[in-house]
Structures are given as C-alpha cells and as structure tokens.
C-alpha cells in the first residue's frame, strides 16, 4: 500500500515545476558552456601570443582575476544543469520522494543561484575595468609597455578584456541563468508550501473514493446477478 501511495504521489503545480527547472537546466547549461569555452579560448589565446615572441624574449599574461571567478562560475552553472537533472527525474521516477523535498530542492537552487551572483558580481567588474597584465622582458631586462602594445597590435591581440568576445558572453549569459535559477526555486517553494500539498490530495482523494466505491458496486451487481441466474435452475431442479 505504501509502495503504491509512493508511485501515485501528486505533485502540485507538476507542469510549472517541470516547466522552471527545465528552463534553469537549459540556463545552466549555457553558463557552464560559455565558461568552459572562455577557458579554453584563454589558454589557446596565450600559448598563440608566446609562441610569436622571438626566442630570447620572455612573455608573461596575468589573468588570475578573471581566470578564478571565471572557473567558479563554469563550476556553479553546471552544478545548476545537474541538480535540475535530478529534480527532474524525480519528478517522474521517485515522486513520492520529490512531493516531500520540494522545499528543500527550492533552498538547494536559491543557494547555488546566490553563489553565481556572488561570483558573476566581481566577473563582470573585472569584465568591464581591467586588462590583462601583460609584460615581456629579454635577458631580465623587461621591455616597456609601448613595444608590447605595438607586438600587441601587430598580432591583432588585445589585453583588454571587454573586448574579448568570449569573455562577453560569460559577462552576460550567466545572469539569465541566474533569473531562471531563482523563479524554479520560486515555484519549488511554492509547490512545496502544505497548503499546497493539502489541496493537491483533497483533489486527489474524490477521485479515489469514486473508483472504490464504483468497484464495491460492480461486485455488487455482479453477485446479485449470480444469484438470479442460479434461482430458476434451482425451481427447475
């Protein structure tokens, strides 16, 4: 009994559940994706630049400040993609279970929403303030910053960050992510409220009485006919 309670649990508001965390899985997706592509397209980028410079010169490019919130930021949005995954599927293979975490699948997704603000915050100030540190030197003699600007140029290369496309789109794409994040967790919160849950098993409850009821009835029915059929064999006999 229990185990068929568990498999026909209702979920109140199931679509706008479904519908929210698939949004936020896709967002979450796109946030880990363009991130890992900034990654990538970063180190690609440097390896290019210091294979150009001649043998004797050294060239150094400091990115820490967008390379480690950028790397968090890949890390949170798809943790995002993977919990949604996961509530998702338990909506429809472990329901009785997802009905009674729902508020706790809400704080888990208003948790990782605040932690990509946290990190998408000072992303998108370094985004829109900094450059790259860029210094070369031959011999430990470093070289002034007009020559590099020039190697730069001539190397069609930028220093600046916001005018890396790349890096654009994770100081853009990821606030999405950060909207459909916190309306899932919304109506995760709200679905799980009791009032909720208390008004999707009252609809529930008619609807099983009614099948019981009718099936006590059929049997009913279905005796008294039994009984008719056999009374004339008897008189006869």
Known sequence: ??????????????????????????????????????????NQEKSRLKKSVPAPAVLTIDTDDVFQSGVV????GALIAVLCSIFILMLFFTRGYAARSLRTQSLI?????????????PFTFFFATRSAKVSASIGGVELPASIIKQTEKALGSTSVYREIGYLRLVA????????????????????????RRAHAHAQASPADSTTAHETRTDDGLTEEKGDKSTTPTAAAA
Request: one cysteine or more; charged letters at 5%.
């Open 1 to 42: 009994m229990k185990l068929l309670s568990s498999s026909t649990a209702i979920i109140p508001l199931k679509a706008a559940v479904l519908g929210s965390l698939s949004m936020a899985w896709a967002w979450g997706v796109i946030a880990g994706s363009v991130g890992l592509n900034a990654l990538i397209k970063s």
């Open 73 to 76: 930021l890949t890390v949170v």
């Open 109 to 121: 997704l208003a948790f990782c929403a605040t932690w990509l603000l946290a990190t998408l915050i």
């Open 172 to 195: 853009i794409l990821p606030w999405i992510t950060i909207l459909f994040t916190v309306i899932a967790s919304g109506v995760l919160f709200t679905a799980g409220s009791p009032a």
